[in-house]
């Protein structure tokens, strides 16, 4: 069964916590991503990888950090620096990453989410 | 000007009807079109995905690309409740190296 899977579903992090959470895939995709989505919000990106041992900063990374250390696996940790983490952490892969080719391999996949709040 | 702009809604249609969900965008580079489905309080589904102008349809869903006007639509035909949804624009930005999310538009579908 090929997939997209994050764990855990719910995570609560006090205050002053780091907490990292899981994103594994098995569809020999290139390319994964982590966004942040608000109530009401579309999805922002933190950070994405294209290759194994390579990994970008997204449009929201200050607060967050990540690696690639293997194909299958991208883990997100949320450090104490990110004010406001309460939101829904969503992953996702692609077959490839890099410039638009206008074909299939753009595609990006979601797993199904964790929804992260602060107590 | 937003990247991608989308009408909140909510769009309120009858079971039965044309649904019509539209989309701008701004980046002339764009190659790639997506529309994505989300029920609430669960993760992104891919519904269509689009690369030339023109239509391209998949069983009630046609999505429908003019690069000139900038614009993509979904039409869901045959409307069920099932539909209710979130439904987001999304594209590949060839000047921003990734894909950009508009903020969704609801759809309700009354029975």
């Known amino acids: 069964d090929g997939g997209i899977t994050q764990s855990p579903k719910y995570l609560f992090r006090k205050e002053g916590q780091n907490v990292t959470l899981s994103c594994e895939q098995n569809?020999?995709?290139?390319?994964m991503y982590w966004y942040r989505q608000d109530p009401g919000q579309g999805l922002r990106l933190i950070y994405y990888?294209?290759?194994?041992?390579?990994?970008q900063k997204g449009d929201i990374a200050e607060g967050y950090s990540v690696s690639r250390e293997k194909k299958e696996s991208f883990p997100l940790t949320v450090t104490s620096a990110q004010k406001n983490p309460t939101a829904f952490y969503l992953c996702?892969?692609?077959?490839?990453?890099?410039?638009?080719?206008?074909?299939?391999?753009?595609?990006?996949?979601f797993g199904p989410g964790t929804r992260l709040t602060v107590l | 000007q937003k990247e991608v702009e989308q009408n909140s809604g909510p769009l309120s249609v009858p079971e039965g009807a044309i649904a019509s969900l539209n989309c701008t965008y701004s980046?002339?580079?764009?190659?790639?079109f997506f529309w994505y489905r989300q029920y609430s309080g669960k993760s992104p589904e891919l519904i269509m995905s689009?690369?030339?102008?023109g239509d391209k349809e998949d069983g009630r869903f046609t999505a429908q690309l003019n690069k000139a006007s900038q614009y993509v639509s979904l039409l869901i035909r045959d409307s069920q409740p099932s539909d209710s949804a979130t439904y987001l624009c999304?594209?590949?930005?060839?000047?921003?190296?990734?894909?950009?999310f508009g903020a969704g538009t609801r759809l309700a579908v009354h029975p």
């Open positions: 996702a892969s692609s077959i490839r990453g890099g410039p638009g080719q206008g074909s299939s391999t753009d595609t990006q996949y």
């Open positions: 569809l020999n995709h290139d390319a």
């Open positions: 990888s294209q290759i194994v041992n390579d990994f």
């Open positions: 980046d002339r580079g764009s190659q790639s």
């Open positions: 689009i690369y030339s102008n």
């Open positions: 999304a594209l590949y930005s060839g000047g921003y190296n990734k894909l950009i």
